[in-house]
């Protein structure tokens, strides 16, 4: 039927330039020595070099990764405990405290959290984004190392057990090593997930606080430039690669929502 | 220590760092913002005291205006008529890159698959920014469009801040959430029982909609909550891709919040749209599970 798969293969193929097209297009027009992405003029990197340049952007790059750094390792050391307590003791509390915050519209997560800031006195800023991230990084790197726990062979740990280890011996040298790549991508998908979120951020960040999607928010809203392009282009880099790694090393990743 | 109370030990060790932190900063805030709607508004924004002159101030107001003035309920339903109908595009561009990831050989199945959900991992305001120079004013496809148009004499139409922009980039945005459950449960079907339709005589679009579509409806199901409920609450597309009147439930959320600082009137529109998001996802998990007898599907449906 070479037929039919002509005809999936050009739907497939139209699919995928939906979703690459627009991708591509902002990278290209990083590129574009002109003003105005409407058509191209020709090929320049001013647009990289005048990024570095801008103060704004340098401080919103600083406290996005710090952000990053922060969530993706806190909540790394909870979610994989999160994904161990959901493999060995399964209960309904945890699961919906754990999947909860992915299935909810973001929104009411970002709204939620800003009345609860503002009520604590608590001040919003730095402090207040990352402790928001990590809840719902949580969920994601439990997700990921449940599903390697899934595929681990239990008999390991149980012959750990018979030789008389320690539960916490158990899990340090046993378990802890064989679900390391969960753990591990677990980062990765943590790392990414706060370093791009806006919605959240934007509800978190205060008056005082810029992040890198905030920033490019505001610039989209107020003066489109290429700049735009250029901050855009990089952290598409960056986030792509780390989740390219992050799939590499566990592969359950891809399916594991 | 007897063997129980170490394990029941060991349990709340694991269990409880990532609960507590959970109740904190995720049950704790929702909960402060189910209470919060039913409170009063401040004089300048946030919460009226929650106790005034010994008498505990909890109302129904927010919830009575939400029902009452019609503007609210317009964009309530305008949201929900938004969000239905990205599903529904999501779906049709959604099944053939499923169908043919299912089908290819393992070699480029994870590949293909990658190159699915990596858009899903490049930055959400990028993807919306991409859009806004797609359909900019002075970009091609605008200039062919209002071409097009200028030749059977038609005014030009802006592509940019509509309504039609808006849909393009939900769609665009939640497709990848669509493919993968429809991939997760295609891959599953067991190519026999086409073999035995075409058999029996059945063409192409008996077999697809008789077999497969039937076959695949919980993994429809479980696409359409995934593009349902984030769609439903959006409110960056509107607001970067749309008009003055293309404002969805969660542009009036954010406006809420941010700029009138009406809080109570806020949670009430954050409760409403969630409820609302979660009743339609869980409806579309008990169709899937209770709608399809045939043994096969019962199975799908709980993989």
Known sequence: MPKRRLGLWAAALAGYAFLYVPLVIVIAYSFNNSRLNAEWVGFTLDWYVSLFHDQDMLVAAGNSLGIALMASLVSTVLGTAAGVAMYRFPSRILSVLVLAPIAIPEILMGVSLLIFFVLLNFTLGLVSVALAHIAFCIGFVAIVVRARLAGMDETLTEAARDCGASPWNTFRYITLPLIMPGVIAGALMAFTLSIDDFVITFFTAGAGTVTLPLQIYSMIKIAVTPEVNAVSSLLMLLTLALIIIASKISPTLLRSE | ?303
Not at chain 2, 49 to 61: F, M
């Open chain 2, 1 to 303: 220590m007897p063997a129980r109370t170490a394990s029941r030990l060991g349990r709340w060790l694991v269990s409880g760092p990532p609960m507590l932190y959970l109740i904190l900063f995720f049950a704790v805030p929702s909960l402060i913002m189910v209470l919060a709607s039913f409170r009063t508004p401040g004089e300048f924004g946030g919460l009226a005291p929650l106790v005034e002159e010994g008498k505990l101030d909890l109302n129904l107001d927010s919830y009575a205006r939400f029902f009452s003035e019609s503007v609210y309920a317009q964009i309530f339903l305008k949201s929900l008529w938004y969000a239905l109908l990205t599903t529904l595009f999501c779906l049709v561009l959604a099944y053939p890159l499923a169908s043919l990831i299912a089908r290819s050989s393992k070699r480029y199945r994870d590949l293909l698959l990658l190159l699915v959900i990596l858009p899903f991992w490049s930055n959400f305001l990028i993807r919306v920014y991409a859009w806004m120079i797609i359909l900019g004013p002075n970009a091609a496809l605008a200039k062919t469009v209002n071409g097009v148009l200028a030749w059977f004499g038609h005014d030009p139409v802006p592509l940019l801040f509509s309504a039609f922009a808006v849909l393009v980039c939900l769609v665009y945005v939640h497709l990848p959430f669509m493919v993968l459950p429809l991939y997760a449960n295609l891959e599953k079907h067991d190519q026999a029982l086409l073999d035995a339709a075409q058999d029996l005589g059945a063409n192409r679009w008996q077999r697809f909609w008789r077999i497969t579509f039937p076959l695949s409806l919980p993994g429809v199901y479980a696409g359409a909550a995934l593009v349902f409920i984030p769609a439903f609450g959006i409110f960056a597309i509107p607001d970067i891709l749309g008009g003055p009147s293309d404002s969805l439930i969660g542009n009036v959320i954010k406006q809420q919040f941010l700029e009138t600082r009406d809080w109570p009137f806020g949670s009430v529109l954050s409760i409403v749209l969630t409820v609302t998001a979660l009743a339609l996802a869980g409806l579309a998990a008990w169709i899937a599970r209770h709608n399809l007898g045939t043994p096969s599907s019962s199975k799908e449906a709980r993989a």
